[in-house]
């Protein structure tokens, strides 16, 4: 838990976030021009006693070259630095890429530097401590800005119960193509941290701050946000971790991993922008020609599902957030499915409950499989699925998820042990949320269809079980969000293929 000080920290970087956006700043650009300023500090304590490092930015660009100007002179350098910076290499011109000055006034600018980021000795914190003061300006952006941070901000508590039931170690090498703001890697850093931290050796120490997580963003300035949220956490940036502004999905990067933890972003269809003969912006669906691909899809969460497969090792474990449609769509779905079940140990699958991610409607699951060998039979032998929707109701701020809604899965899970897994629904317990269906089984359904249902919704039998009223709607809101950006999903791609005058 984060201490007095570091929550006074953070409850003073808010503030100021509300005096900036009274000047028309959101909360993301905040959290931008925080990382830029915390950086630059931080860099120049490196190279002061005890530390006394080579600087790794120029000096007149630097720190003491920031604080030793006033006013509009300050703004006007401040400017210069982030003009300047991105032309560098590395971590600097990672952190620093396309970054813009959006503090307009003066003033404000040099409270934020003088008030807030210089008083503090950041370095000598500890990582964790730094790391809980950038987290939680992370965390505020998500909340109070759920179209900036909070489409990259997957649920912390969902983060942990899936980084503790996989149980990363210390040698293994941790990716996420999709890392946003890095909750997931650093979950796992953090992990390792605490169950072998006072076991590990000084080789283990060195892979664990360089080697141990790698990363990839196609947003510019998520990744800077994520590079940070790393450096601060204690991992090395030196030999850069994550990899921005480029497509994962674009082609096979050549590395394996021995475990991949991912939510890939939401939404159904690869896209991106052209600008047509008439000088109008369009929106064309891509599909990804890979070979190591199992079939040609626009869909983006079955590209991800299979590029993540080809991210592992032999061996290697993956947990993966998906959507409902990747359960159940046909055609390229079913291939998919088909052929991850049959060429990996598909053994576990936490269907989440609704209300719990920023971007409302959201249906999601979460998928383990393992890498095996090639061989003649399929690998999965059976499918657990924890069902944590069904008469399950949480919203973002009337009733959020807690870790402790996730013990009883986590408990289920039984991880270094799978094999003594057992059942909690049988006949005579129908309200067993956890259940195995064998291969032949599903094999066996229409086009492969994962999407298992069991639990009866007692909501639609009997209304003295309904939820609270303010939870009821926020669920309605939800559903009717979700129904209309299908609609509107269906509304462009009938209008792209011409199925609609437009």
Request: proline share 6%; charged share 30%; with cysteine.
């Amino acid at each position: 838990m984060p201490t007095n000080h570091t929550q006074q920290i953070v409850n003073k970087a808010w503030s100021f976030a509300h005096v900036l956006r009274d000047d028309g700043l959101s909360y993301m650009a905040y959290t931008e021009q925080i990382t830029f300023l915390l950086f630059l500090k931080m860099a120049h304590e490196l190279t002061q006693p005890p530390w006394s490092r080579s600087p790794i930015v120029p000096e007149g660009l630097d720190w003491p070259s920031l604080l030793a100007r006033d006013g509009e002179e300050m703004e006007t350098h401040y400017r210069r630095i982030l003009r300047d910076l991105p032309k560098h290499g590395g971590m600097l011109g990672e952190i620093f890429k396309k970054a813009r000055q959006e503090i307009q006034n003066p003033a404000t600018l040099k409270r934020l530097i003088v008030d807030l980021i210089d008083p503090e000795d950041w370095m000598s914190m500890d990582a964790d401590v730094k790391g809980d003061i950038y987290e939680g300006l992370l965390a505020k952006s998500a909340q109070e800005s759920p179209k900036g941070a909070g489409q990259y901000f997957t649920p912390r508590v969902l983060i942990k119960a899936i980084v503790d039931v996989m149980q990363p170690r210390p040698e293994d090498t941790v990716c996420d193509p999709a890392c946003g703001t890095g909750g997931f890697l650093l979950a796992a850093h953090d992990h390792v941290i605490r169950e072998h931290g006072s076991t590990l050796d000084p080789d283990q120490k060195r892979h664990l701050r360089e080697g141990f997580v790698r990363g990839g963003e196609l947003v510019p300035a998520t990744a800077r946000l994520c590079i940070m949220n790393l450096y601060l956490h204690g991992i090395s940036a030196d030999r850069l971790p994550i990899q921005s502004g480029v497509d994962s999905l674009a082609n096979d990067p050549g590395d394996r991993f021995s475990m991949v933890l991912t939510n890939p972003p939401f939404g159904k269809k690869s896209s991106f922008k052209i600008v047509n003969e008439e000088g109008d912006l369009e929106t064309e669906s891509h599909a990804y020609e890979r070979q190591d691909f199992w079939t040609s899809t626009k869909n983006k969460q079955l590209n991800f599902l299979q590029h993540v497969k080809t991210l592992l090792r032999m061996h290697g474990s993956c947990a993966i957030v998906v959507p409902d449609n990747v359960l159940f769509e046909d055609g390229a779905g079913e291939t998919v499915r088909r052929n991850l079940l049959q060429q990996f140990d598909v053994h576990t699958l936490l269907r989440l409950p609704t209300g719990i991610f920023y971007k409302q409607g959201v249906r999601a699951n979460v998928l383990f499989f393992d890498a095996k060998p090639a061989r003649e039979e399929p690998w999965t032998d059976r499918l657990w699925v924890y069902d944590l929707r069904t008469n399950k109701h949480f919203t973002l701020k009337m009733k959020p998820l807690r870790r402790a809604d996730l013990d009883d899965f986590v408990a289920c899970y039984r991880s270094g042990e799978r094999h003594k897994r057992k059942a909690t629904w049988i006949p005579e317990n129908e309200g067993g949320r956890w259940r195995a269906f064998e291969y032949d089984d599903l094999a066996k359904r229409d086009k492969l269809n994962l999407d298992l249902l069991w639990l009866r919704d007692s909501g639609l039998e009997d209304s003295d079980n309904l939820p609270e009223p303010e939870v009821l709607a926020a669920e309605i809101a939800d559903d009717l969000h979700a129904a209309l950006e299908a609609f509107q999903a269906l509304t462009r791609e009938l209008e792209s293929s011409g199925g609609i005058a437009r």
